[in-house]
C-alpha cells in the first residue's frame, strides 16, 4: 500500500536523524579512540591537572547551552517545547557533527583520531554558532530546515575560523568575531534567503505573554551567571584566564545596569521592556570577548559592557522595525541587536586595544584558540606575531570582514537551499505552535468525537 504523501515529511526527521547517528557509530568503530593510559606518573598527574582545570567550566557552559539559551527562546507563548527540543537536539547534533569534521581536518594521525575533553569542547564552541544562527528563524521552520542549517553551517564555520585564527592570526578568545558575528549573520542571510523578499506580518502567535517572558528572563539570568566560563575557558591558566573572567564579569554587571537605564529612558511611562532585559543583559558579555584576556583597564570592560547594552536596546527599539520595513528582513529572536551590534563594537574595541597596548602592558601574548586545538601564542613569534601594532590592528578588521563576507554569503547560500519543498517548512498559518511537533495531551483530550473532516484534516497537517 502506497505511503500517503502527507506523511513524507513526518517520516524524513527520524529517517535523518537515524541515518546521521548509524553513520556516526560507523565512524567512531573505524576510527575513534581514547589516548593509551600513561605509564608515567608525571603524565597521569598532567591529565589530571587538565581534566579537573578543562571539566568545570565545560559543565558551566552545559548549562548554558542546554537551560539557558533554551529558556531564553521559550519567549513564544505556544512554542516553548520547540523551543527547548530543537536547541537541545541541535546542540547534540551539531556538536557530534563538528567533532568528526574537526577530527579528519585536524586531529587525523595514522588512521586515528584520540578524543580528549579539549576537542569536545571545541567542538561544543562550533555548535554555539548554529543554535545562536537559528534564532533568526525561529518558529517559522521546520526540525529538517534546521538540521540541515546545521549540516551547512558547521563546516563554513569551521573554515571561516581557520582563515580567521590561523591565517590572519586574529585575537578573539571569547568568540566575538569567530562566533558571535559569524553566526548572526548566517543567520540572517538564511533568512533573507529563505523568506526572500516578503514582509513577514506580525503573527497572532509570536506576541509573548508575561508567563512566556518570565521564562525567558530565567534562561537570560542563568547565562549571566556562567557567561565568565564561556570566555575564559580556552584562555591559558593564569592571569589571562584570571584577566578574562574579571573582564567579563565587569562588562556584564555594566551591561546590566545600563540595559534598565536606557529601557526605561526608551519608554514614555519609564516601565522596562522584557525583550530589552533578555538581551540586553547579556550584550556586554558578548562585546568583551574579543579582548576580555588582554591587559585592558577595569574601567575598559565597564565602558564595553555599557556600550554594547546601549547599541543593544536602541537595536531592539529602532533598527529591527527600520530593517524590517526596509529591507523585509526578518529576524525572530534579535540575533542582530545581541550578537551582531555588540559584536561589531568588541571587534573594534580589539583594535583599539591592540593599537594602544605596548608590551609592557600586556605582558604575554593573549590566547587564542585555534582550530588545531592550540593558541596563538604558539602560533606567532613576538609582539603580535612580528607584525608590530599596526599590522595586528589590520588582522582584526580583516577579520571582522571575513566573518560577516562568508556568513552573509554562506547564509544566503543556505537559505535558497532550504526553501526545498521536501524539508516541509510549515505554513504561516501553524508557525509558532508545539501543536505542529508534539502530542498536547490538553489538545489531545479536547478533541471529541464530533470533531468535522476539516478539523481532522488540519490536525493531520499539524503533526506533519
Known amino acids: 500500500m502506497a505511503v500517503p504523501p502527507s506523511t513524507y515529511p513526518r517520516r524524513l526527521l527520524p529517517l535523518f536523524l537515524g541515518l546521521f547517528q548509524a553513520a556516526l557509530l560507523l565512524f567512531f568503530a573505524l576510527f575513534v579512540t581514547y589516548d593509551k593510559p600513561s605509564a608515567q606518573v608525571e603524565d597521569t598527574s598532567l591529565v589530571a591537572n587538565q581534566v ?13 547551552l542546554v537551560v539557558g539559551l533554551g529558556l531564553l527562546l521559550t519567549f513564544l507563548p505556544r512554542y516553548r517545547f520547540s523551543s527547548l527540543t530543537h536547541n537541545f537536539l541541535l546542540l547534540n547534533f551539531s556538536m557530534q557533527w563538528a567533532l568528526v569534521l574537526q577530527g579528519l581536518l585536524h586531529h587525523f594521525h595514522h588512521g586515528q583520531i584520540h578524543l580528549d575533553l579539549h576537542k569536545l569542547l571545541i567542538s561544543e564552541f562550533a555548535a554555539v554558532t548554529v543554535l545562536i544562527s537559528v534564532g533568526a528563524i525561529l518558529g517559522r521552520a521546520s526540525p529538517c530546515q534546521l538540521l540541515v542549517m546545521a549540516t551547512c553551517e558547521i563546516p563554513i564555520y569551521l573554515a571561516s575560523e581557520w582563515v580567521i585564527v590561523t591565517c590572519l592570526g586574529v585575537l578573539d578568545v ?54 565568565p566560563s564561556f570566555v575564559a575557558v580556552l584562555c591559558q591558566p593564569g592571569d589571562a584566564q584570571h584577566r578574562a573572567i574579571l573582564n567579563t564579569l565587569l562588562a556584564m554587571s555594566a551591561s546590566a545596569i545600563t540595559t534598565v537605564v536606557a529601557s526605561s529612558l526608551l519608554e514614555r511611562d519609564g516601565k522596562l521592556s522584557p525583550g530589552h532585559l533578555q538581551n540586553g543583559s547579556l550584550a556586554g558579555g558578548v562585546a568583551i570577548g574579543a579582548v576580555a584576556d588582554m591587559a585592558v583597564p577595569p574601567v575598559a570592560a565597564l565602558a564595553l559592557g555599557s556600550l554594547s547594552a546601549v547599541l543593544c536596546v536602541l537595536g531592539f527599539r529602532f533598527l529591527t522595525p527600520l530593517l524590517g520595513r526596509k529591507l523585509a528582513l526578518h529576524d525572530q529572536c534579535g540575533i542582530h541587536n545581541l550578537h551582531g551590534l555588540p559584536g561589531i563594537l568588541g571587534a573594534a574595541a580589539s583594535v583599539v586595544a591592540v593599537l594602544v597596548a605596548s608590551k609592557d ?21 613576538g609582539q603580535w606575531g612580528g607584525r608590530g601594532a599596526g599590522g595586528q590592528a589590520l588582522c582584526q578588521a580583516a577579520g571582522l570582514a571575513v566573518a560577516v563576507g562568508a556568513s552573509l554569503l554562506a547564509g544566503l547560500l543556505t ?7 521536501s524539508l516541509a517548512r510549515p505554513p504561516e498559518r501553524l508557525c509558532f505552535d508545539d501543536s505542529l511537533y508534539f502530542k498536547i495531551q490538553d489538545q489531545a483530550e479536547s478533541a471529541g468525537p464530533d470533531s468535522s473532516a476539516e478539523e481532522g484534516a488540519l490536525a493531520l497537517k499539524e503533526h506533519v
Open 361 to 381: 602592558i600586556t605582558g604575554s601574548q593573549p590566547s587564542q584558540p585555534s582550530p588545531a586545538g592550540g593558541n596563538a601564542s604558539e602560533v606567532v613569534e
Open 415 to 421: 537559505g535558497a537551499a532550504l526553501r526545498l519543498p
Open 52 to 64: 579537573y582545570s578543562t571539566f568545570p567550566f565545560f559543565q558551566d557552559i552545559q548549562v548554558m
Open 174 to 227: 571569547g568568540g566575538t568575531i569567530t562566533i558571535h558575528i559569524f553566526s548572526c549573520y548566517f543567520g540572517l542571510g538564511v533568512s533573507k534567503a529563505l523568506f526572500r523578499a516578503t514582509q513577514q506580518p506580525p503573527h497572532p502567535k509570536e506576541t509573548p505573554t508575561p508567563s512566556s517572558d518570565l521564562f525567558s528572563l530565567l534562561g537570560t539570568l542563568i547565562l549571566w551567571v556562567f557567561w
